[in-house]
Structure formats: structure tokens, C-alpha cells
């Protein structure tokens, strides 16, 4: 069965301060790895796919890169704005359909001023 | 550019009631998934379409029923509610499994 952990659970910085949020993996074969950003109530907004180890993408200020075990999203002078639930789900490969996206608990950033 | 709608965005229903929740797909996705995400929860997988057949199923109660239309909208029917029920449910749609979006949500309510 395909598991997603992420950590820290939580994690508080300061307007400014970079770090880092970890997902880890396991999956039958790997088809994608996706990364969204979710505010309280609302829906999960796509950030990222990623679907090779090596790959890294990028977007203002956070950057995701792909391992064969894990994923990070770095985060770059985060500002109060970056505040979020920020979630990591794993899509398998196979089938003639596109499967569905497993998620991880989720990291709870909060920014402070 | 367009994304994925749901419709309502809230809904109180009483126990033991029928609920209907509807997605809109982004033009020209082949692919849409439910998901129930409970309070500080991760979504869940409910069930999935390809090109408007059932792909796949997650952890969806027999209460619970969906399907996809010709215009590629898909419905998710919910019988006998139970308090357990209330949560958010989202719709999201994907280009051949690509990017997959959400819709906001549709907040249900059992009282």
C-alpha cells in the first residue's frame, strides 16, 4: 500500500528565516509526486509535480526537489503570506487509468512577522 | 482560465438524508477524483473516473454512490447520512493523470 509521511507536523519561523519540509515515500513504482498548498477550509492548490529522482522545480519562493525516497520543499525568506497546510501525494504508476494521489498528513507552516 | 467547480459549497442535511454533490470538471480533463477530508485531516480518496467509467476506489462507504455524465460532470450521491458524514468533500480533474486540481470544496453538515 502506498504511504506518505511528512514532517516536521508543524513548523513556526520567522518572516525571512528558510527551512525546509520533508516527505517520504513509499510506493509501487512511482509515477508522480505532487505538492499543494491548502488554507483552512479551502481546497488544495497545485504547486508541483514531480516525477523523476533528480528533478527539481521551482515557483517564487519555494522549491521542490525529488529523491527515489523523498521529497523536499524549501522554502526561500518565507514571508507571513506563505502561511498554509502544505500537503505531499504520491500517484502510482500502472493501469490504463490515471490513479489516484495518496497524501501525507500535511506540514502546518506558520510565518510570523 | 477555468477551474474546477463544485457545487453547493455548503450543505446541512439531517441524519438519514440523501445528499447530492456535483463537480465540473476543467475543460477537456479526462480524469476526476473525490476526496472526504475530515477536520485537520488529509483528504481521502473516495473514488475515481477515466473518460467517465470508474477507474478507481478508495475507503468509500456502500452509502455512497458517483458516476460521470456524458459532459463529463460527475455527481456524488450520499444515503442514510450519519453525523460521521460531515466533512469537506472535494472534486478534482486531471489531464491524463498530469496536475491534478481541485475545486473548493463542498462543506457538508449532519446535523
Known amino acids: 500500500e502506498d504511504q506518505v509521511t511528512q514532517s516536521p507536523?508543524?513548523?513556526r519561523l520567522q518572516e525571512g528565516e528558510s527551512s525546509s519540509l520533508n516527505?517520504?515515500?513509499?510506493?509501487?513504482?512511482?509515477?508522480?509526486?505532487f505538492w499543494y498548498r491548502q488554507d483552512p477550509g479551502k481546497g488544495p492548490e497545485f504547486l508541483f509535480t514531480l516525477y523523476s529522482a533528480g528533478e527539481e522545480k521551482e515557483k517564487e519562493?519555494?522549491?521542490?526537489?525529488?529523491?527515489?525516497?523523498?521529497?523536499?520543499l524549501h522554502i526561500t525568506a518565507p514571508k507571513p503570506e506563505d502561511s498554509a497546510t502544505y500537503l505531499c501525494a504520491v500517484q502510482a504508476r500502472g493501469g490504463t487509468s490515471y490513479g489516484k494521489l495518496t497524501f501525507g498528513q500535511g506540514t502546518i507552516l506558520t510565518v510570523h512577522p | 482560465a477555468a477551474g474546477v467547480i463544485q457545487s453547493p459549497r455548503h450543505l446541512i442535511k439531517e441524519k438519514r438524508e440523501t445528499a447530492t454533490l456535483k463537480c465540473y470538471p476543467i475543460p477537456r480533463h479526462d480524469t476526476v477524483y473525490w476526496y472526504q477530508q475530515g477536520p485537520g485531516q488529509d483528504p481521502q480518496f473516495l473514488i475515481s473516473f477515466y473518460e467517465k467509467m470508474q477507474s478507481d476506489k478508495g475507503s468509500i462507504p456502500d452509502r455512497f454512490s458517483a458516476q460521470q455524465f456524458s459532459d463529463y460532470h460527475s455527481e456524488l450521491n450520499m444515503s442514510s447520512l450519519e453525523l460521521g458524514d460531515?466533512?469537506?468533500?472535494?472534486?478534482?480533474?486531471?489531464?491524463r493523470g498530469f496536475e491534478a486540481f481541485f475545486g473548493q470544496g463542498t462543506r457538508l453538515t449532519v446535523v
Not at chain 1, 510506493?27 to 509526486?33: E, H, K, M
Not at chain 1, 519562493?61 to 523536499?72: G, H, I, M, V
Not at chain 2, 460531515?86 to 489531464?95: E, I, P, Q, T, V
Open chain 1, 9 to 11: 507536523e508543524a513548523l
Open chain 1, 61 to 72: 519562493r519555494l522549491k521542490a526537489t525529488l529523491t527515489k525516497k523523498e521529497s523536499f
Open chain 1, 23 to 33: 516527505c517520504s515515500y513509499t510506493v509501487s513504482g512511482l509515477r508522480g509526486l
Open chain 2, 86 to 95: 460531515s466533512a469537506l468533500y472535494f472534486c478534482a480533474s486531471s489531464l
